[in-house]
């Protein structure tokens, strides 16, 4: 990660800092300036940081410039040392030519300095801050000997009225995101393996810990160990499944991966959401869900080109079956169940039977089907229904298909399936619409079930 670098200008301590390890002499103040210094000997120093005190982002590893002024009549600045907050680490540190500088976790030392009255130099520390909002201050102790000896009674005092430069806040807070190639993707449902690449074909789920500028946390040292978790986010639940496998990992680098997700039903716009348990005294938000993902009851390898593919599934109440004509290597995905939709006035009873045809894992918009749905005796009671002419096919799709709805049922955006928007409506019979999909091709019962056949295209839903 690269490192933030914050300079400020303002009156006699006009200053750029012109690389991150390098520092700059200031001119000195006008003759006759006046400070508020309150040492006995006349020896005080003005410092200002940047950046301002609400200026660094937690989590984040910031380089921060001090600029001393020497306020003293005769005296020279001949070294100092910075101390940083005790939940701070420090990793660099410059000084001016001819200057000297060493540094621990803790502090940085600069000797061999000759800064004259009234002059003003300018030298970097730069920090990893922890995930909290706490305020933060930094400790300095400057003496005139250029090996940084003597008595502390004979050093440098701050001059009162920059004493409050030395104290911040850092800004936002740091958070939990999925990586842009850490997202979790569409599978089959358990025990097949969430991961990043469609139909269990990617690395595994993962979660960065992010600093308050969106930036990973690549060294953890001043956060501490953290762990993760992964969840079904609220709301996200379409086939109201449980999330199996190592739901919690421990942050290595800045990233939490999981290896072995997976979602016991079937539906389509799942969405997982990650929280974190970190060290005491830091502070990570949760993250914003993942993207919308589905799990399919049916994910099957379509094995010669042109040929039938077809996939059935079956419900408490319903059996799908959907047949398409495909490319080699194609996979044919259904599910039942885990949608919500409906159309006009009309009571569906069936369960919600979702198809698609994915080539590398993107939808093909132009694929063509034939299906069935049986309804089942259950439902079939249930509905009320005594002839089958009462039996309708509510339809769901991102094409509009206006035209092969019947007059009044059809809603644009009537529905969102997997945070996407679907166009609803009851389907003509194929007699009216020339036999061009969507459409109904027959209705029949057989034994005490009805079964609704039908043609369809892209990526739809049906539901009876």
């Known amino acids: ?24 002499m ?24 940047s950046p301002t005190p609400a200026g660094p982002p937690a989590g984040g590893t910031v380089t ?24 701070f680490v420090v990793t660099d540190a410059s000084a001016p030519s001819p200057g000297t500088v060493s540094h621990t ?10 800064v004259a009255p009234g002059a003003s130099t300018t030298a970097t520390v730069t920090a990893l801050l922890p995930c909290s909002g706490n305020t933060y201050q930094w400790q300095m102790q400057v003496k005139q000997s250029n090996d940084f000896s003597g ?24 958070k939990l995101a999925f990586t842009s190639h850490g997202q979790p993707t569409g599978t089959l449902v358990s025990p097949a393996v969430i991961t990043s690449g469609f139909g269990s074909s990617g690395g595994p789920v993962e979660v960065a810990v992010q600093d308050a500028s969106g ?39 800045s990233v939490a991966s999981f290896l072995n997700l997976s979602i016991d039903h079937s539906g389509d716009g799942y969405r997982l959401t990650a929280t974190a348990t970190p060290t005491a ?50 996979l044919l995905g259904a599910g039942i169940g885990g949608a919500n939709y409906s159309c006009a006035t009309y009571t569906s009873v069936s369960d919600p039977f979702s198809f698609d045809l994915f080539s590398a894992g993107t939808a093909q918009p132009d694929a063509q089907f034939s299906g069935s749905l049986d309804i089942g005796k259950s439902s079939v009671k249930s509905s009320g229904r005594n002839q089958l002419a009462q039996w309708q ?35 003509l019979d194929c007699s009216a619409t020339q036999n061009v999909p969507p459409c109904v091709q027959s209705r029949a019962k057989v034994g005490s079930d009805v079964i609704i056949t039908f043609l369809a295209s892209g990526d739809p839903s049906v539901r009876g």
């Not at 103040?29 to 200002?48: E, M, R």
């Not at 976790?105 to 000759?114: D, E, G, P, R, V």
């Not at 060294?219 to 709301?235: E, K, S, Y």
């Open 151 to 174: 008595l502390p009674g004979n050093d440098f005092q701050t001059d009162p009225a920059s004493a409050g430069n030395l104290s911040g806040t850092p800004s936002g807070s740091c």
């Open 281 to 330: 005294g830091q502070v990570i938000s949760a993250s914003d869900p993942s993207d919308f993902f589905t799990i399919f009851g049916s994910l099957k390898q379509c094995q010669a080109s042109g040929a039938p593919c077809s996939s059935s599934l079956s419900s408490a109440t319903t059996t799908g079956t959907v047949t398409t004509s495909s490319s080699t290597g194609q």
């Open 105 to 114: 976790s803790s502090s940085a030392l600069i000797t061999n300095l000759s």
């Open 1 to 24: 990660m690269g490192k933030a670098v914050f300079s400020t200008a303002g009156g006699l301590l006009a200053a750029a800092v012109t690389s991150v390890l390098g520092v700059a």
């Open 64 to 87: 921060f410039a001090f600029t001393l002024t020497n306020e003293a009549s005769t005296q020279q600045i001949g070294s100092f040392q910075i101390t940083a907050p005790g939940t």
């Open 215 to 253: 930036q990973p946390i690549t060294n953890p040292a001043a956060i501490g160990p953290v762990t993760v978790a992964v969840a079904i986010t609220d709301g996200s639940n379409p086939g109201g499944g449980k999330l199996l496998g190592t739901t919690t990992g421990q942050v290595n680098g």
């Open 393 to 427: 096919l509510c339809y769901a799709s991102t094409e509009d298909f206006m035209a092969n709805a019947v007059l009044g049922s059809y809603t644009p955006n009537g529905a969102v399936i997997g945070g996407v928007s679907f166009n609803t409506g009851l389907l």
């Open 26 to 49: 200031l001119a000195a103040p006008a003759a006759g300036a006046k400070t508020s210094c309150a040492s006995s000997a006349g020896k005080c120093f003005a410092v200002t940081v």
